[in-house]
Nanobody, 127 residues
């Protein structure tokens, strides 16, 4: 069973920073793209960033580009999402999952090929 574990959420003021962590198995980390998603109340889950260590591909949605930075640590099988200049509209539950389609990280994605959803971590940005 594939399961990724998220952590690092919290409450922060507008303009503040948080770093989220996503721990995966070694096999998952080495072979699949890992995406960070978020879901705000009443909204659909959306992918905000993606990284695939195997080919070095990285993608950011426009809404977070320039503010969020995704990175990976092979020694810890961990993907990080550094979130700076946070805005109230970034408030959501953040999840990570692995893309079993084997695709590179690009603008196009299919949530249905992502597996290993964890419980998520709440990020709340106050104004």
């Amino acid at each position: 069973e594939v399961e990724l574990v998220e952590s690092g959420g919290g409450l922060v003021q507008s303009g503040g920073s948080l770093r989220l962590s996503c721990v995966a198995s070694e096999y998952t980390f080495d072979n699949y793209a890992i995406g960070w998603f978020r879901q705000a109340p009443g909204k659909e889950r959306e992918r905000v960033s993606c990284i695939k260590s195997r080919d070095g591909s990285i993608y950011y949605e426009d809404s977070v580009k320039g503010r969020f930075t995704i990175s990976s640590d092979k020694a810890k099988n961990t993907v990080y999402l550094q979130m700076d200049s946070l805005k109230p509209e970034d408030t959501a539950v953040y999840y990570c999952a692995a893309d079993f389609s084997g695709s590179r990280c690009t603008k196009t994605y299919n949530t249905g090929t992502y597996y290993g959803w964890g419980r998520g971590t709440q990020v709340t940005v106050s104004s």
